[in-house]
């Protein structure tokens, strides 16, 4: 099947956490203080790709407090935070959504996410992806994790699709109507 046969099927896009919206690094402090930098052009694929109708899921194998806080910022329902086996919350988002295989993306970074992609329509793997990751991925970002490899992902399916421009028109629309 060529990929923009597959593209055109995406409803659901699936998201590793640490890696991939971040950089995979997270510091401590006291009390249990956790400081995570999320990138902001991520932030804003996040918007992009909902102004444009997907489906958005993030599932995260470790669980962070500031996970919560920025997917909640960003009005994301399905979050499932400090999951190792990541084909559970799959499953249950398949379900949820009565979608097939072929109707989800999932972009990932290190082996727990394997899994999910071997099952996917559109397995995605950011540059800095471990190697066995990056085989399983019909798409490498140039972008590494953390540093906009989202929004690399999500700008290439709008412009492949030829909605890029729709969606940043009605983004921008919306941002005008509710301000």
């Known amino acids: 099947m060529n990929l923009k046969h597959r593209l055109k099927k995406i409803k659901l896009i699936i998201s590793d956490v640490d890696g991939v919206i971040t950089d995979g690094t997270f510091m401590k402090g006291a009390e249990n ?3 995570k930098r999320f990138c902001v052009q ?4 996040i918007v992009m790709a909902k102004t444009a109708g997907f ?7 470790r669980y962070s407090k500031a996970t919560e806080i920025r997917l909640k910022e960003l009005k994301i329902s399905d979050v499932y935070n400090g999951t190792l086996n990541k084909l559970i919350p799959y499953e249950e988002l398949k379900k949820k959504y009565q979608l ?3 109707e989800i993306a999932y972009i990932g970074d290190d082996l727990i996410d394997i899994p999910v992609m071997e099952k996917v329509g559109l397995p995605v793997a ?3 992806a471990y190697p066995d ?3 399983k991925a019909v798409f ?5 994790g953390g540093e906009g490899a989202f929004r690399e992902f999500i700008d290439w399916m709008l412009m492949e699709l030829g909605t890029y421009k729709k969606c940043l028109e009605d983004m921008q629309r919306n941002l005008v ?3």
């Open 133 to 135: 990751v990056k085989e």
């Open 42 to 45: 991520d932030g804003t694929a």
């Open 140 to 144: 490498v970002t140039k972008t590494r």
């Open 33 to 35: 203080l956790e400081l």
């Open 55 to 61: 489906l958005l899921a993030f599932i995260s194998g």
């Open 126 to 128: 950011v540059y800095n």
């Open 100 to 102: 097939k295989d072929d």
């Open 177 to 179: 109507n509710n301000s």
